[in-house]
């Protein structure tokens, strides 16, 4: 198949734009270029490419998937996945979120290339190049395939960052509890205080914010 090249020299991003591209053209996709070997996604039909993430992207993202991993792993709640892994929701749309959880009961998901259906809780890290789409189409297709929890993350502060988690047929926007406390519905006991992610030095140890969690039950 042959496509055609976008490029935003503002974002760095890449479209690569065929004619109605599907979840078959997505996975047999070759780079001809060594650099297109990056995060990738198939929203709406279009294969978007993005640039390498800032650090400030990268050190919210470590923090975030090494509590992720150590607090399910430790309560076996399921599997955690960080951003290379490909999830197929529609045959026009496959996402990479930064970070997803499955939980244990729905294992069977998982496929050699990747996730078949909603996973229970994604988070995206947002930025430049990704925000409106994280906001835009990937949000409604969280919201329509049934995605239980979003968290949409700014790296540099809580402004901007939104919370959906699932009531009733929809994904809907929540707020922190009066203790200032998120209370995940997709991971069973998970509490997260915001002001973990956003910390004026090194982020709080990760065995020290899940005995906070346990010391809040």
């Excluded at 997709?186 to 899940?210: D, M, N």
């Amino acid at each position: 198949m042959q496509h055609a090249y976008k490029w935003d020299d503002e974002t760095g991003e890449v479209e690569i734009v065929g004619r109605g591209m599907t979840a078959a053209d997505y996975f047999s996709y070759v780079p001809e270029d060594p650099l297109e070997s990056r995060k990738a996604e198939l929203i709406d039909g279009v294969m978007i490419l993005y640039p390498s993430p800032l650090d400030i992207h990268e050190r919210l993202y470590g923090f975030l998937f090494h509590l992720l991993r150590e607090y399910v792993e430790t309560f076996d709640l399921g599997e955690i996945r960080g951003s290379r892994s490909a999830v197929q929701l529609a045959a026009d749309q496959v996402y990479q979120p930064d970070l997803l959880f499955i939980s244990r009961d729905r294992l069977a998901l998982f496929e050699s290339w990747g996730i078949l259906g909603p996973p229970d809780l994604v988070i995206e890290i947002l930025s430049r190049s990704t925000a409106r789409y994280d906001r835009g189409a990937k949000l409604r297709t969280y919201d329509q395939t049934g995605v239980r929890e979003v968290w949409l993350l700014y790296p540099n502060g809580p402004q901007g960052t939104a919370i959906y988690q699932r009531q009733g047929p929809r994904l809907q926007p929540v707020a922190l509890d009066p203790d200032g406390i998120l209370a995940s519905v997709a991971l069973p006991g998970f509490k997260l205080r915001p002001s973990w992610l956003w910390p004026q030095g090194k982020f709080i140890p990760v065995r020290e914010a899940i005995a906070s969690m346990l010391s809040d039950c």
